[in-house]
């Protein structure tokens, strides 16, 4: 079963059997390179973990724990095991990070399990006729479907507890609860932006070479930009502490005292990380002369990066759907055509020997960026829409930037679904997201950068970008792939097909010859009981079914009614 995820983890395997547990993980290593390898245990062998994610919040942690415990590696995330020894259930409100994790614990005999608030780590559960009384847990549903009849996607910002056999939610902030409460608090834009860089600041925690996807839209030009300004001030840091030092000690902190070579952020949010920075990459993707390649090589120059662009042809993407769907384990319309650019591009990452890279999800779900926002009737309406889009993530675009990475061993973070980002930005009046003559999508993050009244800062990024319109990455790759992807599919599905669904989908009907296509794809791969884990993206308030962005009326390359 571990063998099915080891292009997540092709460092290293390890596993750890205590009791009727057994542990397996495939490590892909980024923080405690030489020491953090998993399964973690702790010194009486009573505890055991194995952990997806990142904590950024862990040296923190480790300061704050009441108990003195013995470490034995660098790992971020090692301090699961304290935390739970002396906080047990409520152990993930205290993360800040992403992460999908099974604990075992020997005396007890009990399992506890947790995902991040989000479900930024792919995470599932299984139970099997054939065993009734075993839990199964994996990042991949490919690991479970072999032996279980009976498979969820674990729900995010939730606990599992084998005493009980039950899910909890343990992450609960007013705005998530309470969707109908709508936020009342004015923008503070300067706290906006001060929240995204300390989010971006945070995924900075490496020991290894990392880089961010520029697509040259909003979002992810945002993050490079922030990545970037932050890697120059940590190498100035590191050039001033080496020339009064003669060589600073490995694991610095930008205060002078050596880090112990624990990388990631302190309690004044400085950060720890790999010594000095090389030049940061940014990597983008499109068929040949594709909207987003032409603004990704423009931020990049602004911003001074070292810019890669990789060109795919229609061909190339149409050859490897079958592999994105088996990686993506979605039959989900939108999500396979924005995956397919990002399973090539992560591949050609990793053959740069780059392992993590800052993406720029989530955005669209918290501003209401999708160009179908402005059909929103009004603030509530609004409100309810984006808390319905940040809870469905795991099932769409945190999916899709974790299982395309990941298929070729490279990890995405994404800095505008950090808890405390989240806190700030879902907890503005509603009224400030809407849409309006005076106002394009996501109107107040671009505020928020826009230093036009600041002489004195460095401008974020050009003009024309932080003013441009969304482009759904799937359509700004090249707008001839998805209208290469009908044509194929339309090669592949009769109308007679169409006509006759096969009787193992239920109600769940494909509604066009692509989502037919891409559903025969999927049973290829998987059983039919897997497919309730897929969850459709359909645009709201909007008659179309297609979900692409130039589908919605007010896109500037709409597509035109054919005659």
């Given at each position: ?36 390898a ?123 507890d ?24 004015p ?12 989010s ?52 610095f ?83 396979i ?6 399973f ?36 509530g ?23 395309s990475?990941?298929?070729?061993g ?30 394009i999508e996501?109107?107040i ?26 482009e ?13 992807l ?78």
């Open positions: 079963m571990g063998k099915a995820v080891r292009h997540r983890g092709p460092d290293w395997s390890g596993n750890w059997i205590a009791n009727d547990t057994i542990l397996v993980h495939e490590r892909l290593s980024i923080v405690g390179v030489d020491s953090g998993q399964p973690l245990v702790n010194e009486e062998g009573t505890v055991s973990l194995a952990v997806n994610g990142e904590i950024y919040n862990h040296r923190i942690l480790r300061k704050g724990l009441k108990t003195p415990y013995n470490f034995k590696t660098h790992s971020d995330c090692e301090v699961i095991i304290p935390l739970y020894l002396e906080h047990d259930l409520d152990t993930p409100r205290y993360l800040d990070g992403m992460f999908s994790w099974v604990l075992h614990d020997k005396v007890q005999d009990r399992i506890l399990a947790a995902r991040d608030p989000i479900g930024i780590t792919t995470f599932y559960m299984g139970r099997s006729s054939k065993t009734p009384g075993a839990v199964y847990f994996a990042s991949e549903l490919k690991c479970l479907h072999p032996v279980c009849d009976d498979i969820i996607s674990f729900p995010p910002g939730h606990i599992y084998s005493k009980t056999d039950k899910l909890t939610r343990y992450y609960d902030p007013k705005w998530l609860v309470e969707p109908t409460n709508i936020p009342t608090t923008v503070d834009y300067k706290l906006l932006r001060t929240s995204l860089e300390n971006v600041r945070k995924r900075l925690m490496a020991e290894v070479p990392y880089g961010v996807l520029l697509s040259g839209g909003l979002d992810s030009s945002l993050v490079a930009s922030i990545a970037q300004r932050e890697t120059l001030r940590l190498n100035e840091l590191a050039k001033k502490r080496s020339s009064s030092t003669n060589g600073a000690a490995n694991g902190e930008p205060d002078g005292h050596a880090a112990g070579h624990l990388v990631g952020i302190d309690d004044s949010n400085e950060l720890a990380t790999v010594q000095v920075l090389p030049q940061l990459n940014t990597f983008s993707i499109g068929l040949e002369g594709s909207p987003d390649g032409i603004a990704a090589k423009q931020v990049a120059d602004f911003l001074g990066t070292k810019h890669h662009t990789f060109t795919f042809t229609i061909e190339d993407g149409l050859n490897a759907l079958s592999d994105v769907i088996y990686h993506l384990e979605s039959f989900d319309v939108t999500t055509r924005a995956s397919t650019p990002m090539l591009l992560s591949r050609k990452i990793k053959a740069m020997g780059v392992k993590m890279v800052l993406s720029g999800e989530g955005s669209d779900e918290i501003f209401g960026g999708y160009l179908y926002f402005h059909n929103a009737p009004d603030k309406a609004l409100h309810e829409e984006l808390i319905n889009r940040v809870n469905n993530l795991h099932l769409s675009d945190c999916l899709r930037a974790n299982k990475t990941s298929a070729w490279v990890e995405a973070r994404v800095p505008f679904l950090d808890k405390a980002f989240l806190n700030v930005s879902m907890n503005i009046d509603p009224a400030e997201k809407m849409i309006t003559k005076e106002r996501k109107y993050i671009r505020k928020a950068f826009d230093t036009t009244d600041e002489p004195e800062t460095k401008p974020y990024l050009p003009d024309n970008i932080l003013w441009r319109q969304k759904q990455f799937s359509d700004g790759v090249g707008y001839g792939w998805i209208d290469a009908k044509d194929q599919a339309e090669l592949n599905v009769t109308d007679e097909m169409m006509k006759n669904p096969k009787p193992e989908w239920g109600t769940d009907i494909p509604d066009s010859k692509e989502a037919y296509w891409y559903r025969c794809m999927f049973d290829e791969h998987f059983p039919p009981y897997c497919a309730k884990t897929v969850l459709r993206w359909v645009p709201t308030w909007s008659n179309q079914t297609d979900p692409s962005g130039r589908a919605i009326a007010v896109h500037n390359q709409k597509y035109e009614a054919t005659k």
